[in-house]
């Protein structure tokens, strides 16, 4: 129940950074929204140098909206990074639970 609270959160989310809950954002709806919402995931974001960069990186091409699929790519990217690092933090608490 968790996970389908926390998609339809992302939905909701996504489709309310649009003043018409449009099925696409503009750059700076998307910029304002992620800095808001992931200030600390996506620090890049903030200037437009770093919302340029992030936008290449998710292959929105310039002038173009964000879809809820490029979105979803930048949602894919910090939830692997962040599995990573909470993967190594369990792997680094289990060797030093073994070497007590």
């Known amino acids: 129940m968790n996970l389908e609270l926390a998609l339809n959160t992302l939905v909701k989310n996504f489709h309310s ?3 018409i809950d449009a099925d696409m954002l503009t750059a700076q709806e998307f910029q304002s ?3 808001k919402e ?3 995931m996506v620090k890049t974001a903030g200037d437009q140098e770093g ?3 992030l936008l290449a990186d998710l292959n929105v091409e310039e002038g173009k909206g964000v879809t809820f699929k490029d ?3 930048l949602v894919d990217s910090l939830a692997t990074a962040q599995f990573g690092l909470q993967s190594k933090e369990k792997q680094m608490k289990c060797v030093k639970c073994s070497l007590m």
């Open 71 to 73: 979105f979803w790519r």
């Open 17 to 19: 950074a649009s003043p």
């Open 38 to 40: 992931m200030p600390t």
């Open 51 to 53: 919302l340029n960069k």
């Open 33 to 35: 929204r992620i800095s």
